[in-house]
């Protein structure tokens, strides 16, 4: 049987609020079948669960940067379905997508913290099998939390946020099986943003980050003034910018300007005269700092802040539904799951039952204490201490990475689980756990709360393509457990692989590791004795506070301001060009024609340039495995390596990024009513 759009694709209330009374029927309506969980879906999502936690772990170990891997893992979903001539494969496509995305999910958790072990000297404390059940333990923890916010995300606040990363998705997974128009705009635009971004990233024949002080008079601009204009001119990125839209794009952006043309002038000027290095994680007095480096060092502390207290509101806003949560189960518990009985049991509102959700949140629990108990401190208290800290944390901050998710399509673990690892190791150094022992159990804490908040925030993502195309959210919840035990297995392996054959940060000479050397240096003297830098924290609470008292969403200005300057500023550029072209025409059923549209391009943007993405990490790995030579890329190769540091290639990433920005306008603007 095939799916009643055939052709079309979504339904045209699907992004927008629902009038009053008005109902979303989704691709596959409730009281329709197809096939979800079938040996062919559950085969390719785990290969790809496998596969992409390869890559993802090499990528984020490299340059800190962990792609998400749904809009990837569902091109190549589609592309098999449509080679292979598979029939009504749009659902089987869903759950591909879903357990092959726990692989970004884990990579995320793991290696933003596991490497800081290796860092910092403590090899023997490190292990494949430590590594897999923090990653496990997270990942489980992640679902079992989230699992009850589902309706209010998905369903209830439809229309709401923008999902980016979601839309991305769907418009691949229904452009695909539709075909027609809709799959030649996408094809077409993932074909552009493939070919840039590959372009860019294998052979760099332009920058990816364009910085003013490529050039001698930015150079100077910088020393004099500490200003830096800095621009990611990817396409995936720039797609990112016009999923999310001009309000939030604008919010996220003013944040960023804070932090980098108000802040960063400000401390260096304040800053300037100190003969002495200031703070646990600086290497250098700030005098000699760059604006990129006083904004690590020291901006990015207020913005982390600021994401602890817009988390902390946003805990308190969803009071009434973390607690209808708690009440459901009890309701549940007490009558034999008889809970639901006022609510239609329709098969896309199907969720696992409450009663599970607590018994695997039980299981879950006794199992990380059991963990932290004999294979970590071994000591009753110190485990119970961990056990707490993850517990409350992850879900306190499970609401915080779905709605992050939710509007920006970035979810800022590595910022919660920093404020995780601080908190942690204040607690575990009172109650006598401290020094090397200490740095273990705190980076494991952080490893376990890190993949939790990841996982929830991916998995958001996942039900919310789900409820857009129809898919059972129960079939989704089920297999995504096994999804996170193969991507933590793969992860633990490749970890080690990678350690062994490159190390892990900087003074090593192989791969970064930035986030968890990040973790590490801060780690280290909060466990001997060194002050947070608490005032900056404190700064940015009380600024989340008078944002949420005016009115400005305090989770995206606060995100802005915690995120580089160069990944913001090509959201704005998107946004902007999403707000242009669903305005221009006073025809309202033109606007929304080129609306649809350059939605469909933006996610091919994505599209494309995250599937490059992976290629040229892997066309970087095995390069580096043949050459033999942990140096080696594609323009060095081809004698081109000393192009890229000029300001010739500099130029060229402007031109390039505004030719793609008039293509994107373009193209869309070109789009006709649909009478």
Known sequence: MDIGTKGKGLPENAYRKLKPGEEYVPVVPANQVMPELTAYSLGWGLFYAVLFSAAAAYLGLKIGQVFEAAIPIAILAVGVSVATRRKNALQENVIIQSIGACSGLIVAGAVFTIPGLYILGLDQQAGFFRVFLASVLGGFLGIVFLVPFRKYFVRDMHGEFPFPEATATTEVLVAGEAGGDQARTLVGAALVGGVYDFLMASFELWREVFSTTVFAWGQKLASAAHFDFRVNVGAAVTGLGYIIGLRYAAIICAGSFMSWYVLVPAFAYIGGGLTAVLGASAQKVMGEMTPLEIFTNYVRHVGIGGIAMAGLIGVYKSRRIILGAFQLAARELSSGGA?????????????????????????????????????????????????????????????????????????????????????????????????????????????????????????????????????????????????????????????????????????????????????????????????????????????????????????????????????????????????????????????????????????????????????????????????????????????????????????????????????????????????
């Open 339 to 675: 809970a639901h009985a006022t609510e239609p049991d329709t098969r896309t509102q199907r969720d696992l039952s409450m009663k599970w959700i607590a018994v695997l949140t039980g299981v879950t629990i006794v199992a990380v204490f059991v963990f932290f108990l004999v294979g970590v401190v071994g000591k009753f208290g110190w485990a119970l201490a961990g056990l707490l800290i993850v517990t409350i944390i992850s879900f306190l901050f499970t609401t915080v990475a779905a709605r992050a998710i939710a509007i920006v399509g970035s979810n800022p673990v590595s910022g919660m689980t920093l404020m995780t690892l601080i908190i942690s190791s204040l607690i575990l150094v009172n109650i006598g756990l401290r020094d090397n022992d200490g740095i273990v159990a705190a980076l494991l804490i952080g490893g376990v709360v890190c993949t939790a908040l990841s996982m929830a925030g991916g998995f958001i993502t996942d039900l919310k393509v789900g409820y857009w195309l129809g898919t059972t959210p129960v079939v989704q919840q089920r297999w995504k457990f096994l999804g996170v035990v193969v991507s933590a297995a793969a992860v633990g392996g490749v970890i080690l692989l990678l350690n062994k054959t490159y190390g892990f940060g900087a003074e090593a000479g192989g791969l970064e590791a930035p986030q968890a050397s990040a973790m590490a240096a801060v780690l280290k003297p909060l466990m001997t004795g060194a002050p947070a830098p608490w005032l900056l924290y404190l700064a940015g609470v009380m600024m989340a506070l008078v944002l949420e008292i005016v009115g400005v969403p305090p989770l995206a200005f606060a995100l802005g301001m915690y995120l580089p300057l160069h990944l913001n500023t090509p959201v704005l550029a998107g946004g902007i060009i999403a707000h242009i072209v669903a305005t221009r025409s006073k025809n309202e059923a033109v606007n929304n024609a080129r609306r649809e549209k350059g939605t469909l391009l933006a996610s091919g943007l994505i599209a494309g340039g995250a599937i490059m993405g992976v290629v040229a990490a892997l066309v970087l790995f095995f390069g580096r495995m043949i050459a033999k030579n942990d140096e080696w890329s594609v323009n060095r190769a081809l004698h081109l390596d000393g192009w890229i540091e000029g300001p010739g290639s500099a130029a060229v990433s402007v031109i390039m990024f505004v030719g793609l920005l008039i293509y994107l306008a373009r193209s869309a603007l070109g789009a006709k009513r649909d009478d």
